[in-house]
C-alpha cells in the first residue's frame, strides 16, 4: 500500500456536516453520486447545486460559480473519481487563482456508485501533490489522525478565509451508508439559487 | 477620394463588439488559430475573464456555473473540440441555462489535415443531436448581424446556440513557409 493510503479514515457523513456548519454565504456544488447525497444530508440549502451527471465537471462549474460571485465562498465537494475525470480543471484552476474557491474530494479511492471498484488514488496516485504542483495557494490531505474535530474546524475554516485556491483531500471510509436523495431537477436547483441570490442582493441593497 | 474596403479579418471585432453589448463577463477557449484575435480582445478586456482550459468539456462545465452564478459567459472552440464535450452537454439542458458556443471548423474546406475530416464533418450533427440550434457562417459580412442575433437568443431564452465559422471563411492553415 502506497504511503499516501495509511492512518485512520474519517467518516464521510460526519465530516461533510461537520464542513458545512453555519456556513453563512457558502455555496456547495456537490459532485454526482455518493457527496451529493453526503451534501443533503447534511440539510438541503437552496445554495446547494447538486450534480446528477456530468462527470468530471464539478470542480469547473464550481470555478465558473466563484468567478461569477467573487465575494462569496464556493466550495466543491465530490469524490475521487469525479476529480480523476476532470484532473485538467485543477489546472485550469490553478491558473485563475479564485481567491474563493475550494475543492474538497472525498477520497475512498473507488467508484462507490459501480461496486467499489479501485481508483488511482488506491494506486497512489496523489492528488494532494497535483493540486500543489498546479500551484493551489494551499493543499492538504485530512484523515482521522489526531485532533479529528480540531482539523476538521481548520477546513472550515479554510473554505471562507478567501485565501484560495484550496485543495482538500479527505481520506474517508469505504463504509455504505443510507442514501439520501435530494431533487434531481436542474431546473428547481437553477431557480431555488436564482432565488436565493436575488433574495440576498436584495436585502443588501435596502 | 475612394473608401478603402473594411478589411475581412475585422470579424472577430464583430463578434467581440456583441460580447460587449451583451454583457458576456467570462470567456473560455483552448488555444485556436481561427479564434487568436478574438481570445487576445477578450484577455485585454478587465472585464472579461479569459478562462484558458486544457479541454473544450472543461468550459462546458464552467459556462454552467457561470450562468448559475448570474453571469453570461461564451465558449470558444475549433470542431474538433466539440467531439471532447458530448455528455458535458448534458449539464446545459439539465440545468437549463444558456450557452453561447462559437466553433472555429476545420476539415470541411480545403483541409490539409485529413484526421481533421472525421470530426470536422460531423461536428454540426453532433451539437444538434446535443440539444443546440446550429447556424452557420459563410462570409465575414455575415458575422455581425448572425453572431448579434443568436447573442440575443441564447441569452433570451436560455437556450445552448453554436454559431459554426466555416473554414471558407476563416482561411486555410498555412503548413509550411511560403
Not at chain 1, 94 to 107: E, F, H, K, T, Y
Not at chain 2, 73 to 100: I, R, T
Request: one cysteine or more; glycine letters at 12%; a negative charge.
Amino acid at each position: 500500500m502506497s504511503a499516501i493510503n495509511e492512518g485512520p479514515l474519517l467518516e464521510r457523513r460526519g465530516f461533510v456536516r461537520a464542513l458545512l456548519v453555519d456556513r453563512g454565504a457558502l455555496m456547495v456544488v456537490s459532485g454526482l453520486g455518493s457527496a451529493t447525497y453526503d451534501v443533503a444530508a447534511a440539510g438541503d440549502h437552496p445554495l446547494n447545486v447538486y450534480q446528477w451527471g456530468g462527470m468530471g465537471g464539478t470542480m469547473m462549474i464550481g470555478l465558473g460559480l466563484a468567478l461569477a460571485q467573487p465575494t462569496r465562498p464556493v466550495v466543491v465537494i465530490t469524490g475521487d473519481g469525479d476529480a480523476l475525470m476532470g484532473l485538467g480543471s485543477l489546472a485550469t484552476i490553478a491558473v485563475q487563482r479564485p481567491a474563493n474557491l475550494s475543492i474538497v474530494v472525498l477520497d475512498n479511492g473507488r467508484y462507490g456508485e459501480t461496486g467499489m471498484q479501485a481508483s488511482h488514488t488506491s494506486g497512489g496516485v496523489d492528488l494532494v501533490g497535483v493540486a500543489a504542483a498546479c500551484g493551489f495557494a494551499e493543499s492538504r490531505m485530512i484523515d482521522a489522525t489526531g485532533d479529528v474535530s480540531g482539523h476538521m474546524s481548520a477546513v472550515r475554516t479554510l473554505l471562507h478565509a478567501g485565501a484560495g485556491p484550496v485543495f482538500v483531500r479527505a481520506r474517508i471510509s469505504c463504509d455504505e451508508v443510507p442514501r439520501v436523495l435530494p431533487t434531481r431537477d436542474g431546473q428547481a436547483i437553477r431557480l431555488g439559487v436564482e432565488r436565493a441570490l436575488r433574495a440576498e442582493s436584495d436585502a443588501s441593497s435596502r | 477620394m475612394t473608401t478603402p474596403a473594411r478589411p475581412t479579418t475585422s470579424w472577430p471585432d464583430d463578434i467581440f463588439a456583441h460580447f460587449k453589448r451583451v454583457n458576456i463577463r467570462q470567456v473560455a477557449y483552448v488555444p485556436d488559430a481561427g479564434h487568436t484575435r478574438l481570445i487576445e480582445r477578450c484577455i485585454a478586456d478587465a472585464d472579461i475573464a479569459d478562462v484558458v482550459l486544457t479541454t473544450e468539456e472543461e468550459g462546458v462545465a464552467l459556462v454552467t456555473g457561470a450562468a448559475l452564478g448570474g453571469q453570461r459567459a461564451a465558449l470558444l472552440m475549433q470542431s474538433s473540440g466539440v467531439g471532447n464535450c458530448v455528455n458535458m452537454f448534458s449539464l446545459l439542458s439539465g440545468f437549463g441555462v444558456p450557452c453561447l458556443l462559437l466553433v472555429t471548423m476545420r476539415g470541411e474546406f480545403g483541409e490539409f489535415n485529413p484526421w481533421q475530416v472525421p470530426m470536422g464533418s460531423t461536428t454540426e450533427e453532433t451539437l444538434r443531436l446535443s440539444g443546440f440550434l446550429t447556424y452557420r457562417v459563410e462570409s465575414a459580412e455575415e458575422v455581425d448581424e448572425i453572431v448579434g442575433a443568436r447573442c440575443d437568443m441564447a441569452f433570451n431564452g436560455s437556450r445552448p446556440i453554436a454559431i459554426l465559422l466555416s473554414q471558407r471563411m476563416i482561411g486555410r492553415k498555412q503548413w509550411v513557409a511560403k
